[in-house]
């Protein structure tokens, strides 16, 4: 059964650079899985926000991705985000989920089967 | 990339069944199978009751069905429990590596 934990700090001022690891138990980050980014800003819908291979290959929102950066670390096994120059739009609850590569049926960004408990990041001086 | 359409609220009496519906584009839900649905408690995460449209979670409750049609996915729920009150999502490949999720629906059970 995989755990997912977010960790990072709950507050960031804007323009600075938000952070937060993914620490992953009881499970390799380097099976065939991907390994995603979700937010959820405050009494608003899920966003994807991007995912990340063992492999280090990344797939980001297009909308964000100019200011993202998803890397993983397999020695430790997790993965991190990075959101640069952020706003107040960017406060929400962060999750990070493990997405399903490779189905029965077709190996693409499948769904999310599990997720983190999510973690409430606020932007603001 | 726009947000897949769900109705922003539902509601029906328990018993009774309700459809959420998602529209996307002929570039999205229309163009892949790979459809599914979210069920979210408040201040809990996300936990995915439907994949590849039809699909259901080994040991999940057949009482949540999907189905697609052109560019709209529905979800079934019958046999409506006070317990199936929730927050509701739906989400999509939408091509060249992307994925988007719809806005959301929110059921209220009677």
């Known amino acids: 059964q995989v755990h997912l934990q977010e960790s990072g700090p709950g507050l960031v001022k804007p323009s600075e650079t938000l952070s937060l690891t993914c620490i992953i138990s009881?499970?390799?980050?380097?099976?065939?899985?991907?390994w995603a980014w979700i937010r959820q800003p405050p009494g608003k819908g899920l966003e994807w926000i991007g995912t990340v291979y063992h492999s280090g290959s990344t797939y980001y929102n297009p909308s964000l991705k100019s200011r993202l950066t998803i890397s993983v670390d397999t020695s430790k096994n997790q993965f991190s985000l990075k959101v640069s120059s952020v706003t107040a739009a960017d406060t929400a609850v962060y999750f990070c989920a493990r997405q399903i590569h490779c189905s029965s049926e077709t190996c693409s960004l499948n769904w999310f089967d599990s997720w983190g408990q999510g973690t409430l990041v606020s932007v603001s001086s | 990339q726009s947000a897949l359409t769900q109705p922003a609220s539902v509601s029906g009496s328990p018993g009774q069944s309700i459809t959420i519906s998602c529209t996307g584009t002929?570039?999205?839900?229309?163009?892949?199978?790979?459809v599914s649905w979210y069920q979210e408690y408040p201040g809990k995460a996300p936990r995915v009751i439907i994949y590849e449209v039809t699909k259901r979670p080994p040991g999940f409750s057949n009482r949540f069905s999907g189905s697609k049609s052109g560019n709209t996915a529905s979800l079934t729920i019958s046999g409506l429990q006070a317990e199936d009150e929730a927050d509701y999502y739906c989400c999509t490949y939408a091509g060249n590596n992307t994925l988007v999720f719809g806005g959301g629906t929110k059921l209220t059970v009677l």
């Open positions: 002929s570039s999205d839900v229309g163009n892949y199978n790979l």
């Open positions: 009881d499970f390799s980050i380097s099976s065939n899985n991907y």
